[in-house]
């Protein structure tokens, strides 16, 4: 365990206090879990975060210790508007978490992302981009001075020194998730399943004081198979905006969808017009090709970001995609 929590502090400070509170409920330690999460409350507190002072995407200055994290159960990303491939993946899979905490959010649980990308994300900027992504209340859009951001990645252990030169606006893409209160602090991958985020989200980091109303028994689960690789990236890349076969995914109160439903999407378009988007779709864009355009306008300018798939990624995303619909269309 010394090892681990050396480890994690080399890459993460917050990280070192799960291996502590793990070890402080674990029976036999001698310290009650308490007063372990007392003192991770205490240490992750105000003389450890960085109280910096950001512009929400509604226009309200707040600080990012005192009116954002004190106390409260929060998920964290950094971001930038412009990005044309993982951003957008990690907005739209959080928008996902959200529909399944549902008012949750904003009551007990709390989403932030925040800029890297400061000069050009402006309020306005943000405003538009949380629009595009339908997100609901308790999740905001921060922008604020550059260095202070910088500062604020370095303490949630999300800042990549490698990454930055020249301006590179690469970086790392952990969610950090926690709970300031009892000092339990993660990082996560944002693109998990998002119903393993909301449990981690609403259930864990509330120590599961909150009943599962659908709560089953392990009896009844269902045998468990391996994925092919196109399943599995449809799972992790594409289910955020779409289904095969289950209708068109809507958000906000305007129910806007995000994607298309793809079933039967291999019979509606040519294979090499399929491949050609999937590889890259930045450039059809640019093309003017006159079906993205017309998807353009058809889902609010949400378009599908570059994942940078390799020729076998993309063949393998497209046989699932061709597999997947006949099977769904057979049970119809």
């Known amino acids: 365990m010394r090892a681990f929590a050396l480890k994690s502090l080399a890459v993460c400070p917050l ?12 029976p036999g330690s001698g310290s009650p879990g308490a007063s372990a999460r007392q003192r991770g409350g ?9 109280n910096i002072s950001l512009v929400t995407h ?12 004190k106390d409260k159960v929060v998920a964290i990303n950094f971001i930038f508007t412009s990005c044309p491939d993982s951003c957008p993946l990690e907005t739209a899979r959080l928008a996902e978490v959200q529909r399944i905490l549902g008012d949750r959010v904003g009551r007990d649980v709390f989403f932030y992302s925040i800029s890297i990308d400061p000069a050009h994300d402006t309020r306005e900027v943000l405003e538009a981009y949380a629009k595009k992504f339908h997100v609901g209340p308790g999740w905001l859009f921060l922008t604020g001075d550059e260095a202070e ?35 339990r602090w993660m990082k996560v991958s944002p693109f998990e399943n998002p119903y393993v985020l909301a449990t981690q989200l609403g259930s864990w980091l509330h120590n599961w004081k909150q009943a599962d109303p659908d709560q089953k028994s392990y009896a009844d689960a269902p045998k468990l198979r391996k994925p092919s690789q196109g399943e599995t990236l449809f799972r992790t890349r594409c289910s955020p905006c779409h289904t095969i076969g289950g209708g068109e995914i809507v958000v906000g109160a305007s129910k806007q969808p995000l994607g298309p439903d793809l079933l039967g999407v291999t019979q509606k378009r040519p294979r090499d017009w399929l491949a050609r988007w999937l590889a890259d779709p930045e450039r059809m864009l640019a093309e003017k090709d006159p079906i993205v355009m017309e998807l353009r306008t058809t889902y609010n300018g949400v378009l599908m970001p570059n994942m940078r798939l390799n020729e ?6 497209i046989e699932y995609l061709d597999t997947e619909s006949r099977r769904v269309a057979s049970t119809r």
């Open 312 to 317: 076998v990624e993309v063949d393998a995303l």
């Open 149 to 183: 951001i910088t500062e604020l990645r370095k303490k949630l252990g999300v800042f990549m020194e490698e990454l930055q030169q020249d301006g590179s606006t690469d970086h790392n893409l952990s969610l950090v998730i926690g709970n300031q209160a009892t000092g």
């Open 58 to 69: 509604e226009g309200k200055t707040v600080r990012f210790f005192d009116d954002l994290v």
């Open 15 to 26: 990280l070192a206090l799960l291996a502590l509170c793990l070890a402080a409920d674990a």
């Open 42 to 50: 205490a240490r992750w507190g105000a003389s450890y975060f960085p």
